[in-house]
């Protein structure tokens, strides 16, 4: 976690330099490790919720233990399959971790039922990890292209360095 937090929180501040200058209501922080990033959410954004979650139990009680006098929400989820409300968040962020997940697919239709109309989906993480582990989706056309199968408009991408952001929408 302390390289988490000393190469990757800076990574994800950076990606979220990004967002339109907007009030986000509901934000969820998928793959939260120990909550770091949800943390800096919290202070950024004064959202009337935030939610973090992780499939591992043991990150999620981490997240709690260093972040128990903040009012986000950590909970044990998987994003392939929530039992959150349909349009539920306009803001969801994903750093360094959509690579991992075992069902791309099935995860991202998830993460398009739960995001509001209007609603971003941030995806920042090392390009060298989408080239590696996502080569066939590693260009931004073809990953446009795979988004849109699945109801998901890409919007933007930025890189700098080694890293690189996708801001995402709902496809209407």
């Known amino acids: 976690m302390k390289l988490w937090n000393k190469v990757y929180l800076p990574m994800a501040k950076w990606c979220l330099s990004f967002l339109p200058a907007k009030q986000f209501h509901r934000i969820l922080d998928i793959s939260v490790g120990n909550g770091a990033t949800t943390y800096y959410l919290s202070q950024r954004f004064?959202?009337?919720?935030i939610i973090g979650i992780d499939i591992s139990e043991k990150a999620i009680e981490q997240a709690k233990r260093l972040n128990s006098n903040s009012t986000i929400t950590f909970e044990k989820v998987n994003i392939e399959k929530t039992d959150y409300p349909s349009n539920s968040?306009?803001?969801i962020c994903a750093f360094q971790n959509h690579f991992h997940w075992s069902n791309l697919r099935g995860s991202l239709l998830e993460i398009r039922r739960i995001l509001t109309d209007d609603g971003i989906l941030l995806i920042g993480c090392e390009y060298s990890k989408v080239k590696y582990v996502l080569p066939k989706l590693k260009e931004p056309?073809?990953?446009g292209e795979y988004l849109d199968d699945v109801g998901l408009r890409l919007v933007q991408v930025e890189r700098e360095r080694d890293w690189v952001v996708y801001g995402l929408g709902r496809g209407l």
């Not at 004064?46 to 919720?49: C, D, G, I, L, Y």
């Open 46 to 49: 004064k959202a009337e919720t």
């Open 141 to 143: 056309d073809v990953f």
């Open 89 to 91: 968040f306009d803001l």
